[in-house]
């Protein structure tokens, strides 16, 4: 082939460079396709320390990465030749509707990602219409966040507390301020070794050691911005100054059994979840006592590390209580497919923890803009390409998990 140097009006032709559009947040955040690409600009701009308090797990980290594992084995059986020019991505949860299969878990700590926190999330959850629980371990209190976000769907992660008495109170609290469901976790009697947290001396809120100051000095934007703001603390706590798991085997009730499922039950008249069940006979002890849904979840991995994996759990649970409870799933979930898979196997929705807090360090209310934004594309697209066009026809046979 003879070889000849390129004319210019040919050149020109090829040379499209993109117009810079809005400020910086908005284009880091548009060159993020996925929830791994906003983890990714979201190591780059928080504290190794912050990161990793949110990216990290209990011990060597294995139930995380099994939970990963687990919807990487995924397998899906599409049908073709179906009319997928309109799909509905919509499903009820404890009897009213969500425009995803979705919901926003409850994640401690959260203005310590950005100081938006809990207010930016839930103000997307409003817009996006999918429910946002807040957690007991949160930095916004729940009369504030119901202000945020008035229409939002909130729902009320609650921990047992030593003090029966501050417990209650938290319950009434959420009854008086509008929100519609408790989620009593119930994996945490101590708390798990997050060894990450511990190498890096994490504590609440962050003490300016040598490391942090060192620190400081290659991500300036994300102290100022903690410095220029109201402090950082706990809503729902007296103000603490140690490691979180100081506090949490300070704090929380080792001593909860069943019995306490049955009482909470009797005092909260809105729908009740139990989050944190690993097991059959456990579903089933949580269902007899009164819940109205369970979420099966191993924290994450940041409690025992080794635990159940919760994808392979997930269609045994659902045998047993599904006729009588709803059954949700959280642990691992990253991608719109990785909800699609879940919802296939049986369970009724998934929560995501990290997806939306890599957005909140990328980009605050932006950000978790942007990773709701993504995940809900990628849910449509993935129930489009399976041939289905409602999320009731995610049914057990379009999905299958590889040996």
């Known amino acids: ?155 009320f992660q609650l921990y047992l507390w030593k003090d029966r008495e501050a417990s209650a109170a938290l319950v009434e609290r959420a009854r008086a301020a509008g929100y519609e469901a408790l989620v009593l976790t119930v994996d945490t009697p101590v708390a798990g070794p997050r060894l990450r947290d511990v190498r890096n001396g994490f504590t609440i809120p962050p003490a300016l050691t040598l490391r942090t100051v060192a620190n400081a000095a290659v991500h300036p934007r994300w102290w100022v911005d903690l410095l220029t703001t109201p402090p950082l603390e706990f809503a729902s706590l007296r103000s603490w100054e140690g490691t979180v798991a100081e506090l949490v085997d300070r704090v929380f009730e080792p001593a909860a059994t069943i019995a306490d499922v049955r009482a909470l039950r009797e005092t909260w008249r809105g729908p009740l979840v139990v989050k944190g069940v690993q097991g059959v006979a456990d579903a ?63 369970a009724r929705a998934c929560l995501v923890g990290r997806a939306y807090l890599y957005g909140l360090m990328a980009g605050g ?19 489009q390409l399976l041939g289905v066009t409602s999320v009731a026809e995610l049914t057990p046979d379009r999905v299958r998990l590889r040996s």
Request: include cysteine.
């Open 1 to 155: 082939m003879e070889r000849r140097l390129p004319r210019w009006s040919e050149l020109r032709e090829l040379a499209r460079p993109r117009p810079l559009t809005g400020d910086s947040t908005d284009r880091r955040l548009a060159a993020a396709p996925t929830v791994t690409d906003l983890r990714e600009i979201a190591r780059r701009r928080a504290p190794r320390a912050v990161f990793d308090y949110t990216d990290g797990a209990a011990g060597a980290e294995i139930s995380l990465r099994r939970s990963r594992e687990a919807f990487e084995r995924v397998e899906f059986c599409p049908s073709v030749l179906r009319d997928v020019s309109a799909v509905d991505t919509s499903a009820r949860l404890l009897g009213a509707p969500s425009a995803l299969p979705l919901a926003f878990a409850p994640t401690g700590f959260t203005r310590l990602m950005h100081t938006e926190g809990e207010t930016a999330v839930g103000r997307v959850a409003e817009r996006v219409g999918i429910p946002y629980a807040l957690s007991t371990m949160g930095t916004t209190t729940l009369e504030d966040l119901a202000a945020a976000a008035p229409g939002a769907r909130k729902w």
């Open 365 to 383: 209310e932006r950000g978790v803009q942007r990773a709701a934004d993504i995940l809900a594309k990628e849910v449509a697209r993935t129930m």
């Open 284 to 346: 089933r002890a949580v269902v007899d006592a009164g819940a109205d849904a369970v979420l099966v979840s191993n924290h994450g991995g940041r409690q025992l590390d080794r635990a159940p994996t919760p994808l392979e759990q997930l269609p045994a649970i659902v045998q047993a209580v599904g006729d009588r409870a709803e059954v949700y799933l959280d642990g691992g979930v990253l991608d719109g497919a990785d909800v699609v898979a879940a919802v296939a196997m049986g």
